[in-house]
Every structure is written in structure tokens, then in C-alpha cells.
């Protein structure tokens, strides 16, 4: 695996910028409460869509989605990548919601965020 370049801290440095942009500031914190429920059926009862929390998730969600995209492509350090994000532990955390949203959606809804964490699996595991 090559060395993570300069260009690859920059681009790095744009996607937290980007998830800045993309996730609502208390969602990164707020999936770790205790008012978070991580079961899919249950999250869509009490969080439905159009709530504060619904997004919370689908921005997460989204996020690591255009991460993964571009980790998918190799456009991105899979080094620098694993690092720098907990890939496994968010789509761990989420894992029940977005395979409901899947259930209800596109089928490949949220597959490459899902392809990337069983990555960062494992490449931890190797380590």
C-alpha cells in the first residue's frame, strides 16, 4: 500500500469540511446518548422522516456514503482514510437503521459505507 501523499492530507482536510457541511453538528455525538436507539424499527417509530434525528442519521450516513465512494475508487488513502475515521464503529452503530432504510429504498443504498467498514475491518484485523 502506497504512503499517504500531501495530496492526500488535503483531500482528507476537504472531507471534514465537507461533513461540516453535510452533517448537522450534534449527530456525531448524539448516536453515541442514550437517547439514540440503534434498532431499525424501533428508530423509524420514534424518529421518523422529516425529524431532527432522522436527519441526523441520513447526514452521517450520506457522508461516509461520499467517503466511500471515493475510498471504492481509490481516490482516496485507504491508510490516511482508516486512521483518521471509526468507519466500523459508526456503521456498527447505524447498521440496523440503514439496512431498514435500505429494506424500504434502493437496494445499494449505503453499500459502499458498508463495504468500506467490513474494509476497516479488515485491515485492523491484519494489523
Do not use: C
Amino acid at each position: 500500500m502506497a504512503e499517504p501523499t500531501k495530496d492526500d492530507a488535503h483531500l482528507v482536510i476537504e472531507l471534514a469540511q465537507l461533513g461540516s457541511q453535510m452533517v448537522h453538528p450534534k449527530a456525531r455525538g448524539w448516536i453515541w446518548s442514550e437517547e439514540f436507539v440503534s434498532d431499525g424499527d424501533r428508530f423509524f417509530e420514534k424518529y421518523p422522516p422529516g425529524t431532527e434525528e432522522f436527519v441526523y442519521v441520513s447526514g452521517l450516513a450520506a457522508w461516509h456514503e461520499t467517503v466511500a465512494t471515493l475510498w471504492k475508487r481509490g481516490l482516496v488513502s485507504e491508510e490516511l482514510l482508516f486512521d483518521w475515521l471509526l468507519v466500523a464503529g459508526v456503521w456498527d452503530k447505524l447498521k440496523d437503521i440503514l439496512l431498514e432504510m435500505r429494506g424500504r429504498g434502493a437496494p445499494q443504498l449505503w453499500e459502499n459505507f458498508e463495504a468500506m467498514a467490513e474494509a476497516q475491518v479488515g485491515a485492523l484485523s491484519r494489523a
